[in-house]
């Protein structure tokens, strides 16, 4: 437990400097999702935020989670609620009356506080609880919330539960996590997960992490798993269904397994026999993986993206099973949420406007294998993204300064910007200190903040350091430019002026869902491929996560 309260309270400490957010927003705003008992009279509960820029009522003030216990009992349906207790262990980081904690869609049946009954209410998309004594500052604590889990969508709100044919799974990307747990809903605030699934017997549960026990019990089975690192809320990954779980060993003796509907094991084993030796690629690039298993869940659903779920990466079956999609391509895409295990779980980012550093860098590992393992040239796609940047900074933002997202839209920043945008600022780097001095920052990146946060500015620090130059400037003009610099070795490249060639389109634009996009399957430079597929309301990109990993 100290271990994880370090990890967990160094991150929190940068982001309690941030200004609290202290205005009221209207109780309406999910007063139909969440359904609360109010026990106690007094001064007005308020929504909490922990200051993020693009998600200001994110994440909460006072506390540092240390870890997650989470149960859920499945009750064999995926249209009804399943019940579910969230226990969550903290250390207080401030004198604390109240605790904001980030939940928006379940009935809360009870609150205890050490073991004491607290009273609790409902605050925008808080649920606010008063124990019966106040919190000193630096004091641990424990909460037992008893609530409802309810996988019915909720409008305007992405992500969350997402039903398949046979049951559940879990995409909680960006802000969607406390859709489906009382937490500190921001990856600043990493912890410990235990999962405790309930379900009748004949289906099979699986999350994060390794098992940790589990036992029958009549009718029902219970399945328990517990993570080995930290981990943050958006990554949670849950998958209840009629499954089997394939095992096999990675680089090391890394156990590796994977999740597939029962039925199409067989079909879809060729493409699960490709993950030991994709890791073992990413390894030569960026050094040891950096948890203690990994695999890939394919759920029958239909949800337009995939998502790096922490050690147990979502995709959609069909990206497997669909003809029209080339096999280098798909590849590639298993590659871009595998990268992400480094950047964006490992790593992950301390505000959101940080996600450049996880898109960005997912889509460059993608880019690259393609281009090392089925000759997909790596400096045609980037060509191709510089032509596309200054439009797709005037729609989104430069990949350091995302725009927030469209009210009613919160996984709009997942856009084009960010992913082949910011993997073009990757490529220029190279340009810049030479492919020896980038690769020993990758590498270097991923060592010294494993199992932390970090944020743009670390990134410059320590690429300054590695080259040994101050890049500051650099950075400054390519991460938070209006306008795209010049390419460093490559001055015939000219970007389209947004001007002339149109405004951006929703779809170039990736508003509305995110745009993970698969891109097209032509071998050219395309949109941002990171997950998704040619369909969906974003045409030729599958919208980004919902949000989820995107």
């Keep these: 437990m100290p271990l994880t309260a370090r990890f967990s309270r160094r991150a929190r400490s940068q982001s309690r400097t941030q200004p609290r957010v202290s205005r009221y927003r209207k109780a309406a705003l999910l007063a139909s999702a969440v359904s609360v008992c109010l026990l106690a009279a007094g001064a007005p509960a308020k929504p909490l935020g922990v200051g993020d820029r693009l998600y200001p009522y994110l994440g909460n003030p006072g506390y540092d989670v240390t870890s997650y ?13 399943l ?79 997402v039903r398949t044919s046979d049951g559940l799974a879990m995409a909680n990307q960006a802000d969607a996590a406390h859709l489906v747990f009382p937490c500190n809903d921001h990856p600043s605030d990493k912890a410990m997960f235990t999962f405790r699934i309930t379900a009748p017997n004949g289906y099979t549960a699986v999350a994060n992490g390794l098992p940790a026990g589990g036992h029958r019990a009549g009718r029902t089975t219970t399945w328990i798993y517990r993570t080995r690192h930290p981990m943050a809320t958006e990554l949670a ?18 156990p590796v397994r994977d999740v597939v509907p029962s039925a199409d094991a067989k079909a879809l084993e060729p493409w699960l026999a490709r993950t ?21 869940l394919l759920a029958q659903a239909s949800t337009g993206f995939e998502l ?75 060509k191709a993204a510089y032509a596309a940047s200054d439009s797709w900074r005037e729609a989104g933002g430069p990949p350091g300064l995302p725009k927030p997202p469209s009210p009613g839209q919160k996984i709009g920043i997942f856009r084009p910007n960010i992913y082949d945008g910011a993997a073009l600022v990757l490529y220029a780097l190279r340009q810049e200190i030479g492919r020896p001095a980038f690769e020993r920052l990758e590498r270097e990146w991923a060592r010294t903040h494993r199992d932390s946060t970090a944020t743009s500015a670390d990134f410059v620090r ?61 071998g050219q430079a395309r949109a941002p491929q990171s997950h998704r597929k040619p369909s969906g309301p974003v045409g030729t990109q599958r919208p980004a996560k919902p949000m989820a990993g995107r």
């Design 276 to 296: 030991p030796g994709q890791i073992a690629w990413m390894e030569s690039k960026v050094g040891p993986y950096p948890f203690e298993t990994y695999g890939v």
């Design 237 to 254: 990954q849950v998958s209840i269904g009629r499954s089997a779980v394939l095992h096999r060993e990675g680089p090391h003796g890394l």
């Design 69 to 81: 216990d989470l149960s859920f009992t499945y009750p064999g349906t995926n249209d009804k609620p």
């Design 83 to 161: 019940q579910a207790v969230t226990t969550i262990d903290a250390w207080t980081t401030a004198d604390l009356d109240r605790i904001n904690l980030d939940f928006a869609h379940g009935t809360v049946r009870s609150v205890e506080v050490d073991g004491h009954p607290a009273s609790f209410t409902s605050a925008g998309e808080d649920l606010v609880v008063t124990p019966d004594h106040p919190l000193a500052e630096g004091s641990w604590t424990r909460i037992t919330v008893k609530h409802t889990s309810d996988p019915a969508a909720v409008k305007e709100q992405d992500g969350g539960w």
């Design 308 to 382: 790096e779920t922490q050690t147990l990466s979502l995709f959609e079956k069909n990206l497997f099973t669909e003809s029209s999609l080339p096999r280098w391509y798909k590849e590639s895409i298993m590659v871009h949420e595998l990268s992400h295990q480094w950047f964006g779980d490992s790593v992950s980012p301390r505000t959101w406007s940080d996600v450049w550093l996880n898109e960005g860098h997912a889509t460059w590992y993608e880019a690259l294998y393609a281009e090392e393992t089925a000759h997909r040239s790596l400096a045609n796609r980037m």
């Design 462 to 522: 320590l690429a300054s350091t590695v080259s040994g130059r101050d890049l500051g400037g650099f950075f400054q003009a390519w991460l938070y430019g209006e306008k795209t610099p010049p390419m460093p070795g490559h001055a015939d490249w000219k970007a389209s002026d947004p001007a002339k060639s149109g405004r951006p389109d929703r779809k170039a634009s990736g508003a509305g869902k995110a745009p993970k996009a698969h891109g097209k399957a032509s």
